[in-house]
C-alpha cells in the first residue's frame, strides 16, 4: 500500500540554523500539506500546495517558513531562521482530493 | 469557517468495554468530516469518514461513527476496545476551497486492564 514518507524522523537544530524537512507524497496525489503539532496541542496547518505553488497558508506560515516540489516527487518544508517556538512535530500529507494520507512526521527540536 | 470541537480531553475505558468520542461540528452545509487515530510516536492513521448518504459510517479496526445534522455531531463509537485502542483521537473538518484540515483538540483515550 502506497504511503507517504518523511526524512529524518527527528532533527535537533540550534536556533537561528536552517532546516530543511523532507516528504515523499503518494505518487499520484495531486494536494500536498505540511502540518505541525506542538507538544500538548492540536495539529494546525500550515499550508497547502497544489499545482506547483501555495493555495493557502496559516497565519504561522510567515516569511520564515518556505515550500518547494522541486523533482516531482519530494515536497520540501523549510525554515529559515529557526525559533525554539518551531519545536514540533511536523506532519506532511497528501491527497488526490479530499481524503489525506500523514506521514509518520519529523520531530524537530530546537535548542 | 469550519471549525470542529472535542469537548473530552481524555477517557480512560476498561479493556472490553464500550467507547464513545464526541466531536460537534460547527459548518454551513454539510460537512465531510473525518476521524484520525494517533498512536504513540505515530503519524495520523484515517480511521473513517463521512461525505454523505448513510449516516453511520464503517471504519477500520471496528470504529463506526454516525452523523447527526440536529445535534451537529460526528461520534466516534467502538462497541469492544482493545489495549491497542489506546491513542490520541481526532475529529476533523476539511476546508471547501482547498481541502486543508482543521483538527479538533483531541481526545487522549487510555485503556485499562
Known amino acids: 500500500e502506497p504511503e507517504v514518507t518523511q526524512t529524518p524522523s527527528h532533527q535537533v537544530t540550534q536556533m537561528g540554523q536552517e532546516v530543511i524537512l523532507r516528504c515523499v507524497p503518494i505518487?499520484?496525489?495531486?494536494?500536498f500539506y505540511w502540518y505541525r503539532q506542538i507538544l500538548g496541542q492540536k495539529v494546525e496547518f500550515l499550508v497547502s500546495?497544489?499545482?506547483?505553488?501555495?493555495?493557502?497558508k496559516s497565519e504561522i506560515f510567515d516569511d520564515q517558513f518556505s515550500v518547494e516540489r522541486p523533482d516531482g516527487s519530494n515536497f520540501t518544508l523549510k525554515i529559515r531562521s529557526t525559533k525554539l517556538e518551531d519545536s514540533a512535530m511536523y506532519f506532511c500529507?497528501?491527497?488526490?482530493?479530499?481524503?489525506?494520507?500523514f506521514g509518520p512526521g519529523t520531530r524537530l527540536t530546537v535548542t | 469557517a469550519q471549525s470542529v470541537t472535542q469537548p473530552d480531553i481524555h477517557i480512560t475505558v476498561s479493556e472490553g468495554a464500550s467507547l464513545e468520542l464526541r466531536c460537534n461540528y460547527s459548518?454551513?452545509?454539510?460537512?465531510?468530516l473525518f476521524w484520525y487515530v494517533q498512536s504513540p510516536g505515530q503519524g495520523l492513521q484515517l480511521l473513517l469518514k463521512?461525505?454523505?448518504?448513510?449516516?453511520l459510517v464503517q471504519g477500520i479496526k471496528g470504529f463506526e461513527a454516525e452523523f447527526k445534522r440536529s445535534q451537529s455531531s460526528f461520534n466516534l463509537r467502538k462497541p469492544s476496545v482493545h489495549w491497542s485502542d489506546a491513542a490520541e483521537y481526532f475529529c476533523?473538518?476539511?476546508?471547501?476551497?482547498?481541502?486543508?484540515?482543521?483538527f479538533g483538540a483531541g481526545t487522549t483515550v487510555t485503556v485499562r486492564a
Open positions: 500546495f497544489y499545482n506547483n505553488e501555495i493555495s493557502e
Open positions: 505518487s499520484n496525489h495531486l494536494y
Open positions: 459548518y454551513g452545509a454539510t460537512p465531510y
Open positions: 476533523a473538518v476539511p476546508s471547501v476551497n482547498d481541502y486543508k484540515l482543521s
Open positions: 463521512y461525505f454523505s448518504g448513510d449516516t
Open positions: 500529507a497528501s491527497s488526490r482530493q479530499d481524503e489525506q494520507y
